[in-house]
């Protein structure tokens, strides 16, 4: 009897940890055609990976890094592209301030692979991609990818061979990021990739390169892009180098977005473009703030409003009038 008690104690108590896993939709997080996402680099002097371990849960605490300089992301539609030919499955296409060439990623609502690369080093997956990022994603998956492809660089065209991706949603929890926004419910991704440039000296393949990127990505539902990355990349071979990368998205969350949110008078909820607002008589003023608090539209309010010129994701309609202020979250499917 005390065995049955013990066994089905057991199985409530890992229910219970499952039903606290966190997962990622991918409803929010791929990058659209026309986006643009800031990061501030940080310097990696204090920087703690591991965390604080709180039971199933880790708290990671950033407060004290210090923020160094800005890098922009953009994203444009990889067929507008010079390059678009040698990558003609690709739907979009990655620029980063600073940073010579273009990404080149195959991307749906629910995941996103890389295609191929210009710039300094050319990369190009052939049919194959190297699978970055896929949703839905929960605490404890673990996904694997393999590819081949081509790679130019240091004046030699290679094969990449045993070209691996792993991608291990390892730890959840609790990060404040180092403008002091605090945001529960994160899931961090570790992504490993490995690959090496192989060129035939007349004698057989011969390894030139080898690349591995090891980085840890932390998402949170409601945000693009990870909202905060770590990760080196180490080349080896004929010449040897490694990068460390740290940087994290400078999200405010104000009171108009968590203490304000008020009686919804907004529908429907998500919407495809088209928004009604009950008691619309009582306001003055309408302004739309996407999720980092800053205002990207304002209306005079009427009973319909339309959005579906804004990117899909989630926004703030702010309503004042004489009724003081109504705040509503809203999210955008178009």
């Known amino acids: 009897m005390k065995k049955n008690l013990f066994l089905l104690a057991f ?19 791929i990058p659209q055609i026309g986006q643009e996402i ?3 680099n940080i310097n990696v002097f204090g920087f703690n990976l591991a965390g604080t371990p709180d039971g199933i849960n880790t ?15 953009s994203y444009t539609d990889a067929t507008t ?34 295609k191929g690369a210009t710039g300094s080093m050319y990369l190009n997956y052939n049919l194959d991609s190297a699978l970055l990022l896929s949703f839905p994603i929960t605490a404890g998956e673990n996904i694997e990818n393999s590819y081949t492809g081509v790679l130019s ?78 990760g080196t990349t180490t080349v080896g071979g004929l010449s040897s180098d490694e990068t460390e990368s740290l940087r994290f998205q ?17 529908y429907p909820n998500p919407s495809n473009g088209t928004l009604n607002i009950l008691e619309s008589e009582s306001y003055d003023i309408g302004r739309v703030l996407n999720i980092y608090g800053k205002e990207v539209k304002t209306f005079v309010p009427s009973s319909t409003i339309g959005i579906s010129d804004l990117s899909n994701g989630v926004y703030f309609i702010v309503l004042n009038g004489t009724k003081g202020k109504n705040v509503s979250k809203i999210v955008l499917e178009k």
Not at 14 to 26: A, E, K, M, N
């Open 11 to 29: 199985v409530l108590m890992s229910l219970f940890s499952f039903s606290q896993l966190v997962t990622i939709s991918g409803e929010n997080q």
């Open 38 to 40: 800031v990061y501030n």
């Open 59 to 73: 708290i990671w605490d950033f407060s004290s890094l210090t923020i160094t300089d800005q890098v922009t992301f």
């Open 81 to 114: 592209e010079p390059a678009t030919s040698d990558f003609p499955d690709a739907t979009i296409a990655e620029a980063i301030s600073g940073t010579e060439g273009l990404m080149y990623f195959k991307t749906d609502n629910y995941f996103m692979a890389r």
């Open 153 to 230: 660089a240091q004046n030699l065209d290679m094969e990449i061979d045993n070209g691996h991706v792993e991608i291990n949603a390892d730890a959840q929890g609790t990060i404040t990021l180092p403008n002091g926004t605090v945001l529960t419910d994160v899931l961090r991704v570790h992504v490993v990739e490995n690959f090496r440039g192989m060129y035939d000296m007349g004698f057989g393949p011969t390894e030139v390169i080898t690349i591995n990127d090891n980085f840890y990505y932390w998402f949170h539902e409601d945000y693009t892009n990870p909202i905060f990355v770590y």
């Open 250 to 266: 400078p999200i405010v969350i104000s009171d108009t977005e968590e203490e304000s949110v008020s009686t919804n008078l907004i």
